[in-house]
T-cell receptor, first 112, second 116 residues
Framework: GESVGLHLPTLSVQEGDNSIINCAYS??????FIWYKQESGKGPQFIID?????DKRQGQRVTVLLNKTVKHLSLQIAATQPGDSAVYFC???????????FGKGTRLSVIA | GAVVSQHPSWVICKSGTSVKIECRSL??????MFWYRQFPKQSLMLMAT?????????EQGVEKDKFLINHASLTLSTLTVTSAHPEDSSFYIC????????????FGSGTQLSVL
């Protein structure tokens, strides 16, 4: 299930199940979105990206969905594995040399 | 993908000392690098944008005299935390954008700073 911790919401899933991590972004002008995975004590690792002219993009075991109408982004992980346990951040930016703005993050905990 | 090297990975220092953190793009040139700060269980907060050959752009609330940024070459940016205090203890992460690439950022492994 999903719960809100002190700062980071946590999603707990059984190994082998699918995970869905959600993100609400703030800037309607943002046209490029990225999902990052961050393990404890490490920098963010790129997972998948999507541009605003698309509403879905698939990678290996991951799918990103974009709903611009409600400014919502989701990351779906198929057949979740223990190695997927980490904090996941969505990030947004607009065209040009603007910095990425990160969302609050969700901690994914995979139960073996 | 492109590699960004950040050094040191962790540092412990006494209050009042200065600490320098290096961020290098190893296999690409980066005209722009970004410095983020992350407190435990929180998201990454942008501190400043470092542009090669020009002054850094700081986010609101970030003291430029406290966090000195130098981007002297296309492959190196440094962040110096001057006169560090315990409240500066945090995880600092740099990222770099490849020259000519629009948005994709590559991140360093981060530096955990602990000020005693």
């Amino acid at each position: 299930g999903e719960s809100v911790g002190l700062h980071l919401p946590t999603l707990s899933v059984q190994e082998g199940d699918n995970s869905i991590i959600n993100c609400a972004y703030s800037n309607s002008a943002s046209d490029y979105f990225i999902w990052y995975k961050q393990e404890s004590g490490k920098g963010p690792q790129f997972i998948i990206d999507i541009r605003s002219n698309m509403d879905k993009r698939q990678g290996q075991r991951v799918t990103v969905l974009l709903n611009k109408t409600v400014k919502h982004l989701s990351l779906q992980i198929a057949a979740t594995q223990p190695g997927d346990s980490a904090v996941y951040f969505c990030a947004e930016t607009s065209s040009g040399n603007t910095p990425l703005v990160f969302g609050k993050g969700t901690r994914l905990s995979v139960i073996a | 993908g492109a590699v960004v090297s950040q050094h040191p990975s962790w540092v412990i220092c006494k209050s009042g000392t200065s600490v320098k953190i290096e961020c290098r793009s190893l296999d690409f040139q980066a005209t722009t690098m970004f410095w983020y700060r992350q407190f435990p269980k929180q998201s990454l907060m942008l501190m400043a944008t470092s542009n090669e050959g020009s002054k850094a752009t700081y986010e609101q609330g970030v003291e430029k005299d406290k966090f000195l940024i130098n981007h002297a070459s296309l492959t190196l940016s440094t962040l110096t935390v001057t006169s560090a205090h315990p409240e500066d203890s945090s995880f600092y992460i740099c990222s770099a954008r490849e020259q000519g690439a629009r948005e994709k950022l590559f991140f360093g492994s981060g530096t955990q700073l602990s000020v005693l």
